[in-house]
């Protein structure tokens, strides 16, 4: 075989290599994760680079909760909706870089779950 045909050949089994060994890192998951980190937030969203020592997150929403300053009765439940990252006062990106020793844990959201649904109606 020649040396013109077997260079090309190898960096592509390479490339194809390090595609596949780092796909994690390149490509999203398919679905949103919930990330629980140590200060006891939790954001929604996208993870990129889950291994790394800066995790990221895009695609970010995470909870706000309302209530009123006396509860009424016990009955009355606090008023919870999804908050879109980006509309703060400080202006941040639709992105978050975690810092990996922040993280306490991560979960994959199902198909069905009630911040997914939050989160569709918020696109829509």
């Known amino acids: 075989m020649s040396r013109k045909f077997i260079l090309p050949a190898v960096a592509i089994v390479i490339v194809l290599g390090a595609v596949y060994f780092f796909r994690e890192d390149i490509l999203p998951k398919n679905n949103y994760q919930a990330v629980f980190l140590a200060n006891g937030q939790v954001y929604f969203g996208k993870l990129y680079k889950e291994n790394s020592r800066y995790p990221v997150l895009r695609d970010v929403y995470y909870l706000q909760i309302n209530q009123p300053p ?6 009355d439940q606090s008023n919870i909706n999804i908050v879109k990252l980006g509309a703060e006062l400080h202006g941040p990106e639709d992105e978050m870089r975690i810092n990996r020793d ?21 696109k829509k």
């Not at 844990?105 to 109606?121: C, G, Y």
């Open 70 to 75: 006396q509860p009424i009765s016990a009955t």
């Open 102 to 122: 922040q993280i306490l844990f991560i979960e994959d959201l199902k198909s069905d779950s009630k911040v997914l649904e939050a989160i569709r109606q918020f």
